[in-house]
């Protein structure tokens, strides 16, 4: 079935150090590429998505982009602040329209940014 | 206004009792869902009902009972509870082209 595999974390970064967490996916149709964020205490909060090969997903500094080839979609930040602290899951939705059928998502890669 | 609120925020009960967790949004979506984190924070879809006819039911133990009745709510009614099902329950919705909501959890100890 499909699935999604994360970096193993936790990872711990300097302020305005670049982030990379790397996420690769198994899918048998066109999925839709999500990153969520999930701060202490809180639930999940959509970061940036892609919906077909090439798109590239951004907000808040971040982005990722959805490579077929590679089957990739990598969160990268240029410089992160301490306020990025978190944990950031990769996920995958396993249906055409990509935002319908259930998420599939990866382990989870905490994220420690120290001042 | 809250798009997904889940109620209780925290659950404290003994083993054997049996509990619900409510889910209500007001966003218009068709579909919802229940996730359950664990303790490693992994994340597994349970249920997802799109209005009101469930059409995703992961392998759950059948303590585990969904009800939808409309298609702004979704319970979660578990009995019996056990050790392992401490967890924390997220419910979400979804709408075609709109993507996925989630609400804030719902933190369930079971001692």
């Known amino acids: 079935g499909d699935s999604v595999t994360q970096m193993e974390g936790p990872v711990t970064l300097s302020e305005e150090a670049f982030l990379t967490i790397n996420c690769t996916y198994t899918a048998t149709g066109y999925p839709s590429l999500f990153w969520y964020v999930q701060y202490p205490g809180e639930g999940l909060q959509l970061l940036l998505k892609?919906?077909?090969?090439?798109d590239k997903g951004s907000n808040k500094g971040f982005e990722a982009t959805y490579r077929k080839e590679t089957t990739s979609f990598h969160l990268e930040k240029g410089s992160v602040q301490v306020s990025d602290s978190a944990v950031y899951f990769c996920?995958?939705?396993?249906?055409?329209?990509?935002?319908?059928?259930?998420?599939?998502f990866g382990q989870g890669t905490t994220l420690q940014v120290k001042p | 206004d809250t798009a997904v609120s889940q109620t209780p925020k925290y659950l404290v009960t003994q083993m054997g009792n049996d509990k619900s967790i409510k889910c209500e949004q007001n966003l218009g979506h068709d579909t919802m869902y229940w996730y359950k984190q664990d303790s490693k924070k992994f994340l597994k879809i349970m249920f997802s009902y799109n209005n009101k006819e469930l059409i995703i039911n992961e392998t759950v133990p059948n303590r585990f009972s969904p009800k939808s009745p409309d298609k702004a709510h979704l319970n979660l009614h578990i009995n019996s509870l056990e050790l392992g099902d401490s967890a924390v329950y997220f419910c979400?919705?979804?709408?075609?082209?709109?993507?996925?909501?989630f609400g804030s959890g719902t933190r369930l100890t079971v001692v």
């Open positions: 892609a919906t077909k090969a090439d």
């Open positions: 996920a995958l939705s396993d249906l055409g329209s990509g935002n319908t059928g259930k998420l599939i």
């Open positions: 979400a919705s979804s709408q075609v082209n709109y993507g996925y909501t």
